[in-house]
């Protein structure tokens, strides 16, 4: 995936998800979903945010995704960070940290931090994207390498980590100057050549 490029289709999904309901249900929602899969089910409007970030303006609440729902993104608009914040929703289980130079496979939801507006999202169309590290914008790099595969990510980047260094990215609605926010679960660590 080109650094250019990383918006593959633009979609729109409802942005909250779903808090268990009950012992079995919660453990069966805290699972990681389907292998090949990213959970598309419209989440409720009553989850509890997993994190909260107040920016240098506006403010943003994430929910993390289950096996069963999408991430939920609620921006108070404009948000806009000084600097790119990382935070782990849920640490990954694999055995090695990820590294810049490897291929991941990613579940993920796009949020403008400008608008509110979802730009693009893998939950939406139920299959992860792969692509290696080093075509991403860097914010997203930033979410990713050092996490274990099965981690589950938000991310809250400054434009200069985003699309700025392209001029925005007008098919998406992206402009220069946007700060971007995205939830992504880390679903592995592609095969390149032969090797991880």
């Known amino acids: ?11 729109a999904v409802t942005v909250l998800a779903l ?3 009950g012992s079995n249900d919660k453990k069966k929602d805290e699972a990681a979903p389907e292998s090949g899969t990213c959970p598309t089910a419209a989440p409720a409007a009553d989850a ?12 943003i609440k994430v929910v993390a995704p289950t096996a069963t729902h999408a991430p939920g993104v609620t921006v108070q608009e404009p948000f806009a960070v000084a600097q790119t914040t990382v935070h782990t929703l849920h640490e990954g289980k694999g055995d090695k940290a990820i590294e810049v130079s490897q291929m991941v496979s990613v579940c993920y939801l796009g949020v403008n931090g400008r608008t509110g507006k979802v730009f693009d999202s893998a939950y939406q169309r139920g ?36 699309y ?14 946007d700060p971007l926010i995205f939830v992504l679960q880390i679903r592995g660590i592609e095969k390149t050549d032969g090797s991880e």
């Open 1 to 11: 995936m080109r650094k250019s490029a990383f918006v593959p289709a633009l979609a």
């Open 19 to 21: 808090a268990g309901c």
């Open 48 to 59: 509890k945010a997993d994190w909260t970030l107040t920016g240098t303006t506006g403010s």
């Open 127 to 162: 299959t992860p994207a792969s692509f290696p590290l080093t075509n991403v914008v860097t914010g997203f790099q930033k979410a990713i390498v050092g996490q274990k595969p099965g981690a589950t990510v938000a991310v809250a980047m400054t434009p200069e980590d985003g």
């Open 164 to 177: 700025k260094p392209m001029g925005g990215q007008a098919d998406a609605g992206i402009e220069a100057d």
